[in-house]
């Protein structure tokens, strides 16, 4: 067993932290950098653009990549976003910390003004939440005014920093091919909704939102127009960068009404409605387009369907995917039903059932011979060499395979979904009797059905009777938008369905394999911000708002005379000690923020350096002090699509940013599990080895470190 010393003024701990998160800073902001991820062994690549897949590809080895990679997984789980943003500021965070170290600043004080500080940030920032019901009814409310133009015809004023366009307008370009599917449930009176020639900036212009904004720390609270928003109809924007840049593009996608094939319309689809959720889907993608579209489809299908109303949940219980290569991107849909790829001798099973109506079953766990359900305990003491003996002899299995399948025949059962594996054998059997057996069923995909179709899960086939089948269900082979079958030889899509089932598919394709988990990841990324965004009922504005805000809060907390935080060790400190304790470590924070900001600025094409985006973030906090209420500051410049650009960068007569949203739980959680794992890291003093691994530490170059026990 080896000891070693954390080192407290250079913390080993730390410094690892900080090496493993830059990895992952090229991910912040919406211009990510791909990286392609190696297999030594089978030589195969993967493309991840995530803080989750890079942690899943490292090998963390070291205590501290551990709780890295177990504090991004708990991201992961709880919101599917933030994550980038957690590991980023796990870096910065870091470094100011060994900065406060070296600075001999004690660890009571770090931990406890840290802490007190980022609390402070997260009270400041609720003045810049935005409820969805204000921002939908902006959403729909909201009509296309031309402006007063000054100066040249077609070009509109600017002066400094202002924006001369509220509005941010997507030119649409539906080929003569394309059909359009209208929902014409924006009922609001002089409201003409057209959006299937243009789609509106979903945060425009908040006329709603708090048309007085003051926070405890403004000097003087700041009034908001809250006007209408205008814009020219005769000026489009092409944007050409995610997040701050985005641009719906061109539609690929072909809108089929009435066709039986159920492929939903993509963008073209009309999703104003009074629920908006199309626009709030625009708002969050932060410039995915792909996932983006699929997702205005999904809203459009449910809202028909009447899945949901006013600000109510997505139902994400009823939405799968499934990932199809060998097709461009293009092709990519949302299909209702159940969309699984299919071997060569399934497809020709189902072939065969041309539309005919089926008998369905669902199985609730495995369709193997040894499969035991949770719980199952097996008589102790006893050794099982061979459950079913076989007298007759034959392969293993034989006769549990003839017995299951005769049961199946009997009730007619010509589909079965199993939530588990197939027994290879069976599967085979089930084919050559043109029975369909489809294994890796998710439990939302059994229950959809069971619902649809009157079908009860059962666990073993041996429970099987007459009501436990369900009826109505079809299979067919899944075609793409323009009717062609899909035949890519060892996998063939598969589309399942039965009358009524709220169930809905994205189908992501790609004719690379390495970029399917990333789409999958895009497109779930996106679904979940929508679904957090609903159920938190308000959203941040986005790129880089309430990041800037904090900045300036603690900047201006790290110049106020008092106690740096009320916690009793801080208390028990010498007094002199305070305010110096205070100002360094409130300052180590805000240098955080602001590595933060000027890595996004980098990553969004908006500053060259770091030098120049910290400068441009200067200018704005400067900007903001002056203006007396930040908060408010920060709020218009959004509402103007200004948040943190340069003061020098040119205005361009067809550019302008696109508005976008965060989440407000997973912002503000991601920000504390970050300091969290800092803070944790900080207060280890030491590192204790055990294993056989004596002579590998010898070896080693920091074999000094250690101290064997």
Known sequence: MAFRDANARRHIGLQQLSALASTGRTFLGPMKSHKFIVDEITKQSTLICSAVRLMESLDLT??????????????????????????????????????????????????????????????????????????????????????????????????????????LCFQRDISATEEVIPINSCSHQGDDCNFNKLLVSPLAGFGSVASVVKAAGDKSSSVLSGSGVTASSCITRKLTHSRHFSTLGKSRFTSQPGNF???????????????????????????NQTSVKLLQSIAAYQQERAEFSG??????????????????????????????????????????????PLRVLLMDGDLTEGYRHLGFNRPTNVRTILEHPNPQGGRAGDVWVSRMLDIL?????????????????????????????????????????????????????????????????????????????????????????????????????????????????????????????????????????????????????????????????????????????????????????????????????????????GASVDHHLQKAAACGSPSAYILEEFRRGEVLRSGSEPLPDQVTDLKVCDNVAAKTEAWRRALDLVLLVLQTDAEIITGPSRNQILNSPVSSEFIFL
């Not at 600043?105 to 810049?128: K, T």
């Not at 939440?129 to 004023?157: M, N, W, Y």
């Not at 990932?323 to 189902?350: D, H, N, R």
């Open 409 to 613: 025949m009997s009730f007619e059962v010509n589909l079965v979904l199993v939530k588990g594996n197939v027994c290879k054998n069976f599967m085979e059997r089930c084919i050559a009797s043109r029975i369909l057996v489809i294994g890796c069923v998710a439990r939302d995909v059994l229950c959809a059905f069971g619902a649809a179709t009157g079908a009860q899960a059962v666990t073993y086939l041996s429970q099987l009777n007459a009501s436990s089948t369900g009826n109505g269900a079809w299979a067919e082979l899944w075609k793409t938008s323009d009717g062609r079958a899909v035949d890519l030889g060892e996998l063939l899509p598969a589309r399942i369905s039965a009358g009524g089932i709220p169930l809905l598919t994205a189908v992501l394709t790609t004719a690379l394999p390495s970029k399917v988990q990333l789409l999958e990841d895009q497109f779930w990324t996106l679904l979940y911000r929508l679904h957090h965004a609903l159920k938190d009922g308000k959203v941040f504005p986005g790129g880089g708002a309430v990041e800037l805000l904090c900045l300036s809060h603690i900047q201006a907390l790290a110049v106020q005379p008092g106690q740096p935080g009320h916690d009793r060790v801080v208390r028990e400190l010498p007094s002199p000690w305070l305010a110096e304790y205070k100002s360094i470590v409130l300052q180590a924070l805000a240098s955080g923020w602001k590595r933060y900001l000027s890595v996004l600025l980098c990553n969004t094409a908006k500053a060259s350096s770091e030098l120049e985006a």
């Open 62 to 167: 070291s205590a501290v990549g551990q709780l890295l990679n177990e504090t991004i997984q708990a991201q992961n789980k709880e919101f599917k976003t933030g994550m980038s943003t957690l590991l980023f500021l796990v870096g910065a965070w870091s470094n100011a910390v060994v900065e406060c170290l070296q600075q001999n600043v004690p660890v009571p004080a770090i931990v406890s003004v840290m802490s007190e500080g980022l609390n402070s940030c997260c009270e400041r920032v609720q003045c810049l939440q935005i409820p969805i019901h204000d921002v939908k009814k902006e959403l729909c409310s909201s009509r296309l005014r031309p402006k007063a133009f000054e100066g040249k015809t077609g070009q509109a004023g600017c002066d400094g920093l202002t924006n001369p366009w509220d509005l």
């Open 311 to 356: 600000c109510s949940q997505v139902n994400i219980s009823g939405i799968v995917t499934c990932c199809v290569l060998g097709l461009p991107e293009s092709y990519s849909c949302v299909s209702p039903g159940f969309v699984k790829l299919v071997s060569p001798e399934q497809a020709t099973v189902i072939k065969h059932f041309a539309d005919k």
């Open 261 to 287: 094939q159920g492929h939903l319309s993509g963008p073209s689809a009309d999703v104003c409605g009074c629920c908006g959720l199309g626009h709030l889907a625009v708002a969050l993608s932060h410039g």
